[in-house]
């Protein structure tokens, strides 16, 4: 790609004059802040998104692609930061949409079941084939996107942010397979704000930084703490300075919580367990096993079978979600289907919840909003959480994943609840952002919130927690001590290694 440049209307310049070498059969991974530009680069690529200038070549022949199928014929796919599935299809249907056998006129149900499940065992992605699309948690939509791909057999894979909520022992599982992809003679591009995985995998690097080329690196004895200067401009540390932590009074209090979820066996199993004002107890446990239960169970979305949830000393069990949200924030785990509203404005995000509970947007009148006011609380909450917004008119969707990520936490901070649900709460971000955001946590607890962080980057768990509880098929299997045990140590009353009471 040479000297391309993209200006979103009405003017927004996301990149000035960028180049872009990828070389055949290489994992070149594209790295920069949020905002920079990688996905909006891609997508050109992908042929997405038009672009206002610059040239495009692909195995020495000029190239623009005015569709992703026409891109995909050229054989150059990509997997999206935010999902493109169709939910009430099924995991299979999902794979072969737009490119299904056909016996005849029809589609021939059974050989395209039978090939994406063959293609789904021969990578391990460990996949239920005849699952609904809808019922997916975030990891498994990132492998059903990978899958897709596969399944056309494209020559350039590219991944944008691929392993954002994957387990380490599924990330390095992936790892694996790409880089058989790459020994198979297909070239990869891989977008990621982890620079572990980017130092683990890649051949070279490009860094982005503010919509143009800041450097192309090799990747040999680049170490992180470069590779981080090279993208923000200035140090980046990767832990961040508390206080240990003094708990007060008992803010969430779970009580046998059970609950059946569809298929065999309980999902949660005599849940319980405390979360105290001023403490961050971290949650940790492999993908599904019972995480996303006890979210919902917590706010709301599912009332427990069996067993109750105290906030603040109240009863919440039966109480609807608008009920709980005058006492919880949330950050959800995945922002394009929960907590947002993506073709609305950056404001009606923004607003959410406050919209019920904050005096200050209603202005002179009590039961009206007011646009002005809201616009203010708006640009306040950018400002404060260094959302990169030029407008916040447009579209929610227009912001980069980053930033949208930063406008939710914005919003949930400043509500300012006794409890704070924090699911997968620094997906997508960048390594400066993450800094910030690990910070406001801090903030949030030293003010006296109880916090209840659940991460699949144990890294993180270790970074914030003040006591960790692993979660393995639907109830607490241990309780650590980040200070005296390890990352080694959870990982395997994760896997179950041995059992603790
Ligand atoms: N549809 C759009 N309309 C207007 N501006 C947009 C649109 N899409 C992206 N932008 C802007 O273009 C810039 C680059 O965004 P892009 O999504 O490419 O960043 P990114 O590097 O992928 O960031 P992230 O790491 O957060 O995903 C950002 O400032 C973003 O707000
Ligand atoms: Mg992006």
């Known amino acids: ?41 891609m997508n050109i690529l992908y042929g997405l998104i038009p672009f206002n200038s610059g040239t495009i070549s692909f195995k020495g022949e000029n190239v623009r692609f005015h569709s992703p199928q026409a891109a995909v014929k050229a054989g150059i796919g990509m997997v999206h930061q935010e999902f493109m599935l169709i939910d009430s299809f099924t995991v299979w249907e999902n794979t072969v949409l737009g490119a ?89 591009v891989f977008i990621s704000h982890k620079l572990n995985e980017v130092l683990a995998l890649s051949d070279r690097i490009t860094v982005m930084r503010r919509g143009e080329r800041a450097a192309v690196l090799e990747n040999s004895r680049i170490s992180k703490t470069e590779l981080a200067r090279a993208m923000v401009g200035r140090n980046v540390m990767f832990t961040v300075d508390k206080k240990p932590a003094e708990p007060g009074r008992e803010v969430l209090k779970l009580a046998g919580v059970c609950e059946g979820g569809p298929g065999p066996g309980l999902k949660l199993e005599d849940m319980s367990f405390s979360v105290w004002a001023g403490e961050i107890v971290g949650l940790a446990g492999i993908e599904g096993s019972g995480q996303l239960e006890l979210v919902q169970a917590l706010t709301g979305f599912l009332s427990p079978g069996r067993g109750r949830i105290y906030l603040s000393g109240r009863d919440i069990s039966g109480e609807d979600t608008i009920r709980r949200r005058e006492h919880l924030s949330y950050i959800p785990q995945d922002r394009k289907r929960m907590g947002s509203a993506q073709s609305r404005s950056i404001v009606s995000t923004a607003i959410m919840t406050h919209h019920r509970f904050n005096k200050r947007l209603s202005g002179r009148f009590p039961f009206l909003l007011s646009p002005r006011c809201c616009r203010e609380f708006t640009a306040e909450l950018a400002a404060a959480f260094q959302v990169l917004a030029s407008d916040t008119s447009t579209s929610f969707s227009s912001l980069s994943g980053g930033n949208q990520q930063k406008v939710i936490i914005g919003r949930e901070v400043m509500l300012n609840n006794d409890f704070f649900l924090l699911d997968q709460p620094t997906r997508g971000l960048d390594a400066g952002s993450i800094e910030a955001v690990w910070r406001e946590i801090i903030k949030r607890r030293d003010s006296g919130a109880a916090c209840l962080l659940i991460s699949s980057d144990l890294d993180e768990i270790f970074a914030l927690a003040d006591r960790i509880l692993v979660i393995r098929r639907g109830r607490i299997a241990a309780e650590l001590d980040p200070h005296t045990s390890s990352v080694e140590e959870a990982g395997e009353y994760m896997l179950g290694v041995h059992e603790k009471a």
């Open 1 to 41: 790609m040479n000297n391309i440049v993209k200006v979103y209307p009405p003017a927004v310049p996301a990149l000035k004059q960028v180049s872009l070498d990828i070389a055949e059969g290489e994992i070149h991974a594209l790295i920069g802040e949020n905002g920079a530009g990688k996905s909006t680069l």
């Open 100 to 188: 299904e056998p056909r016996k005849g006129l029809f589609l021939d149900r059974s050989a395209a079941r039978e090939r994406v499940a063959r293609l789904a065992s021969e990578y391990k992605l460990n996949l239920d084939v005849d699952a609904s699309a809808a019922s997916l948690s975030v990891a498994a939509r990132q492998k059903l996107e990978i899958l897709k791909l596969l399944y056309r057999d494209v020559q350039v894979l590219i991944l944008d942010e691929p392993t954002a909520v994957l387990t380490p022992q599924e990330t390095s599982e992936l790892f694996r397979r790409l880089r058989a992809l790459r020994e198979s003679g297909k070239t990869l």
